[in-house]
């Protein structure tokens, strides 16, 4: 939660205190990443906890099981971008539209306009300035001229999406990411990865991304290689694919260390993978949050990550932090963790610690406060 966020009751509801009282949840993709996980917990905390009406619509799918975590919980999410959808929303009495990601954000912009509705923004990401020249001149032209605030999920984030909004008065209000328990829970499969691949009597140590530049994965396999002697019982795993798993597969031969790098492609169980782990690994070299890593550290598991502002301020002291793109630096402490399992349990400790902050029911709050203040004007 932001410095300096207001206290506020959970008992109240909001018709008793002019809050919004029904909101329409807008995903870009209904399922596929950080993001989606992220707007579960939020919706499911905000209408279980605070009492809000959520309907969640969405865009694409991004599986062919998308609608199923949703309905899991209750949720019967629908697909907006049509004559029918957004007719439905704009009968639908709204108080509220909560848009993630881009095709969310157009869409969102659609739906505004169609039912007259107020439209908040989630952004999730340092992306704007890798973004297409055409696709932030639709961010600047269209979507941020319609909105009437943005919560970014970082002060990193913040300080990009004031840059990207180009001197519009539109307010940016940081809220972190939550976890609600039992969600999180709830994604645990039971899977025996280390039985799955043949690992048993080994340390595993590794991270669940999706395989882009960003995460900066090339730094690990390349640390832990340099020390393959020091890391002989530890075990490389990775759940996730994109456009980098070629290059990340070329190059663990190029290392000599294919043996031992499993790179497992998606996995809907990948929370599973991240609870078996050792060591929890973050290296990336642009991240606007990194939930993965909040969710290892609820987990327990002990973790190592790039030093960048935005994952200080989600790891506080909870977990060892080393320059970013810095295999060598990286390999050491890798090497240093395996050498000493009291600093392995004590970083556990304190990651369950740390993300006792980031509870799911602050975050919901925080967010309710925020749409009081957009919809009040």
Not at 23 to 46: D, I, P, S
Request: net charge positive.
């Amino acid at each position: 939660m932001s410095q300096g966020a207001p206290s506020i009751d959970t008992h109240r509801t909001p018709s008793e205190e002019g809050l919004p009282r029904k909101v329409l949840m807008l995903m870009g993709y209904l399922w596929g990443g950080g993001a989606e996980w992220h707007a579960l917990n939020l919706a499911w905390t905000l209408r279980n906890t605070l009492g809000v009406q959520v309907d969640v619509g969405y865009v694409l799918a991004g599986n062919a099981d998308a609608e199923q975590a949703w309905r899991r919980w209750d949720f019967h999410p629908w697909r907006v971008l049509s004559p029918a959808g957004l007719q439905r929303v704009s009968r639908g009495g709204y108080d509220l539209i909560h848009a993630h990601l881009f095709k969310g954000e157009l869409v969102g912009v659609l739906a505004s306009i169609a039912s007259g509705t107020p439209l908040v923004l989630t952004r999730h990401s340092l992306d704007w300035w890798n973004l297409p020249v055409w696709q932030r001149a639709v961010l600047r032209r269209v979507v941020h001229r319609r909105t009437r605030g943005i919560i970014a999920v970082s002060s990193a984030v913040a300080d990009v999406t004031r840059q990207a909004l180009a001197g519009r008065l539109a307010p940016v209000e940081v809220v972190h990411h939550g976890i609600d328990p039992q969600l999180l829970g709830a994604r645990l499969r039971g899977t025996d990865i280390r039985q799955e691949l043949r690992l048993e009597g080994k340390h595993l140590l590794g991270s669940a991304a999706r395989l882009s530049r960003d995460k900066g994965l090339a730094f690990l396999l390349e640390g832990y290689a340099r020390q393959a002697a020091a890391l002989a019982d530890w075990h490389i795993v990775i759940a996730g694919d994109g456009p980098e798993r070629g290059p990340l597969e070329r190059l663990t031969a190029k290392l000599g260390i294919a043996d031992r790098v499993h790179l497992l492609g998606w996995r809907d169980d990948a929370l599973d993978v991240v609870a078996a782990l050792d060591l929890f690994v973050l290296p990336s070299v642009r991240e606007g949050f990194g939930l993965a890593l909040l969710e290892a550290m609820t987990l327990g598991v002990p973790a190592v990550a790039s030093g960048l502002p935005s994952i200080r301020e989600t790891a506080g002291d909870a977990c060892l932090y080393v320059p970013p793109a810095d295999s060598h630096n990286l390999g050491l402490v890798l090497g240093r963790l395996a050498a000493d399992p009291p600093l392995r349990r004590d970083l556990g400790a304190r990651g369950r610690r740390r993300a006792g902050e980031f509870s799911a029911a602050k975050m919901a709050m925080r967010t309710l406060e925020f749409y009081r203040t957009v919809v009040r004007g």
